[in-house]
């Protein structure tokens, strides 16, 4: 076993990757990959109802990440916010916006009661 403050030999790590070969893998191990995959290919992808947060991420994830703001051209704590709140994955419904302008544009539209917190 591996001990600590001990490093492997390299036949050690080569008989244990050798091992590993053809080693029959459990359905654990399958989930677990599963889970690994990402976006829209994870089975594990929700369709029907993701959380709000969820939807930034994706969005994130796909067009990168938001660093102007369109309205006051800042690029501090940019976020992309989308128009009409639809939440559609179609790129010119949304547009960057710093934490502040887009609190004040969300709020305008009576789509946020309090203010963003900081943690989200
Ligand atoms: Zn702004």
Redesign the pocket.
Known sequence: MFRRGKKQSKEVIENRVLKLIGQKRSDAYKQRMSFMRLGDKNPAWNFINPHIKTIHRRFRNKYGKAVL?G????TVNVEWSNKNHAYDFVRKDWRQ??R??HNKYDYDKNKRTKPYSKKG
């Open positions: 703001c309205h006051c051209g800042s916006l710093c502040s302008c």
